[in-house]
């Protein structure tokens, strides 16, 4: 057996016209999900008024949501220039690894967010010294340690599998399914790895998420007063909105993909979670946020002054 030492990423197979379109398509929206998302991180940081919890996980997410962009977009625009890519087997493994590793992120973050709106709504009084700085830190913090620290223990075994066959992996970046069918060892060890590791990475912030909301619904549900409803549902409807996007797609391809779902809806299906989540989580935190309006039209004074 020969070991394999790169692989080919073959990208979308389509004509010419449809390549140069989408290539033009993807390097606006790269530009525009880099510099939306780095105009909330340089806003939470610089203003005082968004220097509260909320937004620090918002800016949190902003960076997950660049390091993702950046780790699958480039790559995907040389592709459609060169109709495919060659990739070296550490780079193609880094590349998962980086992956995996920023979805988690993004999970747990989103968990910590969905905790961070349950206790100002649940428990208001209390708010300002349950999250305070110190401890919105320490979770940011462990969310990613988590994720990097956990992805590393399935991507070690991934690179101790043999691959010695064909070395075309049909999409636009290293992701585990396909790469995995191009093994020829047994993957029943990769796949309970990965079982297991899902437990603390997806289900329990599925979970986390999930009595968030309904211990918020029930308190709003509570409040006497119609304005103070709306009041409380609008603080999480762009959370809400934000995990419902991500779910759907990161469900739709890895837990419930569709029978005999063919390899071009599985790549338009990763598109949506790799490119174009990155691209609406900060508008939809930006366009429906008061103060994050505010905060941009106060640095624009600044700058024209």
């Known amino acids: 057996m020969t070991a394999v030492t790169e692989f080919i990423l073959l990208g979308f197979q389509v004509s010419q016209n449809i390549r140069i379109l989408m290539f033009s398509l993807l390097i606006v929206i790269y530009w525009f999900t880099m510099f939306m998302n780095l105009l909330i991180i340089i806003l939470v940081?610089?203003?005082?008024?968004?220097?509260?919890?909320?937004?620090?996980?918002?800016?949190?997410?902003?960076?997950?949501?660049?390091?993702?962009?950046?780790?699958?977009?480039?790559?995907?625009?040389?592709?459609?220039?060169?109709?495919?890519?060659?990739?070296?087997?550490?780079?193609?493994?880094?590349?998962?690894?980086?992956f995996c590793a920023l979805e988690v992120s993004e999970c747990l973050l989103l968990a910590v967010m969905s905790y961070d709106r349950y206790v100002a709504i649940c428990n208001p009084l209390r708010y300002s010294s349950i999250m305070t700085?110190?401890?919105?830190?320490?979770?940011?913090?462990?969310?990613?340690?988590?994720?990097?620290?956990?992805?590393?223990?399935?991507?070690?075994?991934?690179?101790?599998?043999?691959f010695c066959g064909p070395n075309f992996i049909d999409h636009f970046f290293c992701d585990s399914v396909p790469l995995l069918e191009l093994s020829c060892s047994d993957l029943y060890n990769v796949h309970m790895e990965a079982s297991l590791l899902s437990i603390p990475?997806?289900?329990?912030?599925?979970i986390i998420i999930i009595c968030s909301y309904a211990k918020i619904i029930v308190t709003t549900l509570r409040i006497p007063s119609r304005t103070g409803r709306q009041k409380a549902f609008s603080t999480c409807s762009s959370h809400l909105i934000v995990v419902s996007i991500f779910?759907?797609?990161?469900?739709?391809?890895?837990?419930?993909?569709?029978?005999?779902?063919?390899?071009?809806?599985?790549?338009i299906l990763s598109l949506l979670y790799t490119v174009f989540t990155p691209l609406i989580n900060p508008i939809i935190y930006s366009l429906k946020n008061k103060d994050i309006k505010k905060a941009l039209k106060i640095k624009l004074n600044k700058l024209n002054e």
């Not at 459609?80 to 880094?94: D, P």
């Not at 969310?143 to 101790?160: D, G, K, R, T």
């Not at 990475?201 to 599925?206: D, E, N």
């Not at 797609?249 to 071009?264: A, D, K, Q």
């Open 45 to 98: 940081s610089t203003s005082k008024i968004l220097h509260t919890p909320m937004y620090f996980f918002i800016s949190q997410l902003s960076i997950t949501d660049i390091l993702v962009t950046t780790d699958i977009v480039p790559n995907m625009l040389h592709i459609l220039k060169y109709y495919k890519e060659t990739i070296t087997f550490i780079g193609c493994m880094t590349q998962l690894y980086f």
């Open 247 to 267: 779910y759907w797609t990161l469900f739709g391809v890895y837990v419930f993909p569709t029978r005999g779902e063919s390899s071009t809806i599985s790549k």
């Open 133 to 162: 700085s110190a401890y919105c830190v320490i979770l940011s913090v462990i969310s990613w340690l988590a994720a990097f620290s956990s992805m590393l223990c399935l991507i070690i075994p991934i690179v101790m599998l043999n």
């Open 201 to 206: 990475s997806i289900l329990i912030p599925i």
